[in-house]
């Protein structure tokens, strides 16, 4: 067994131990196709009569944990995207669902500072200036090298993923710390935890949530609003076939590692059940390989180890073009 061997043998005990109080066993072990959980009970009755804001509500992710939201009686929800058809089909499912709750469809194009400032009033105008849960997951994803990446898909990404997310908590936080309560949940990426080859542009505004949340988090703890920042693995949906490319045109391809990733209701449950039952604000990790867990724990401990890693993937994938 060579050096990297038992390092690896000494390093992965130590990634387990790091990582798993930050994620539940269903998140270690949960991967497509798993059957499909339902949520906490406690988690239900806890959101019943609140009004939740959701980006990112139209497809992926956040149309699943909106979906998820159906049963939990809640007073108000907006749901927000880019594609109005499929928000309105979103729609339809909570009015089946006969709970009462008001459904508000407001899209946005989160690539619009203006349009996300517009977004916010209006989100806070339809839940009768009560937000209880707000969740920001629109975003992009990114496939191509630095040097193949023109600065305006580096200037996109960091609206769709960063400065339209920032605009919008501008606009609905304050009534939160007005009313003393309140959950924030910004869906980041193990991405914005280890920046690897052809995702600067994702990496770098995926960071820029991660340390957004860390500081906002210190300057809301005793204003009573928690905030959570959520970092997903693979998960099979669309974001890789919608990721841009360096001139700022779709991949078009499905990742085989995208392919294979954790079922995003089971993402959706997951997530939902950790920021309503955890108390405190927390970073998370969720639907995240052995691989990505130990190289977040490399990064730690071992940070040349994972940067020769990281090299020596970049080259092979030149090897493979």
């Known amino acids: 067994m060579g050096n990297s061997g038992i390092l690896l043998l000494f390093i992965l005990p130590l990634s387990a131990a790091f990582l798993m109080p930050s994620i539940s066993r269903r998140s270690f072990f949960f991967r497509r196709n798993a059957v499909t959980a339902d949520l906490d009970v406690q988690t239900v009755q806890k959101l019943k ?23 939990c009686d809640l007073k108000h929800i907006v749901l927000s995207g880019r594609n109005t058809e499929a928000l309105e089909e979103v729609k339809e499912q909570f009015l089946k669902g006969g709970s009462g709750c008001r459904v508000h469809v407001l899209p946005c194009d989160l690539t619009d500072i203006e349009a996300s400032k517009k977004f916010s009033k ?24 630095f040097l193949e990446t023109d600065v305006e898909v580096d200037e996109m990404l960091m609206k769709v993923n960063y400065l339209s997310g920032a605009a919008i908590l501008k606009g609905i936080v304050p009534s939160m710390v007005e009313r003393k309560s309140g959950l924030i949940c910004w869906i980041s990426s193990v991405q914005g935890l280890i920046g690897t080859p052809y995702r600067t542009s994702y990496a770098a505004s995926k960071f820029a949530v991660q340390g957004y949340c860390e500081a906002l988090r210190s300057e809301l703890a005793s204003s009573g609003v928690g905030v959570h920042c959520v970092s997903p693995g693979y998960i099979n949906t669309n974001l890789s076939l919608n990721a841009a490319t360096g001139d700022g045109s779709k991949h078009g391809r499905m990742d085989e590692t995208t392919a294979n990733g954790a079922d995003p209701t089971d993402v959706a449950v997951e997530i939902l059940d950790s920021i309503v039952s955890n108390s405190r604000s927390s970073d998370f990790v969720v639907a995240a390989t052995l691989s990505a867990r130990a190289a977040i724990a490399l990064k730690l401990i071992a940070p040349k180890f994972l940067e020769k890693k990281l090299i020596k993937r970049f080259l092979q994938s030149k090897e493979i073009e």
């Open 122 to 145: 209006d989100a806070l105008d339809a839940c009768e200036n009560q937000v209880d849960v707000l969740v920001l997951s629109g975003g992009l994803s990114s496939r191509s090298s």
């Open 49 to 71: 009569g609140k009004c939740a804001v959701l980006t990112g509500a139209s497809s992926g992710l956040g149309k699943a944990m909106a979906l998820k939201l159906v049963g």
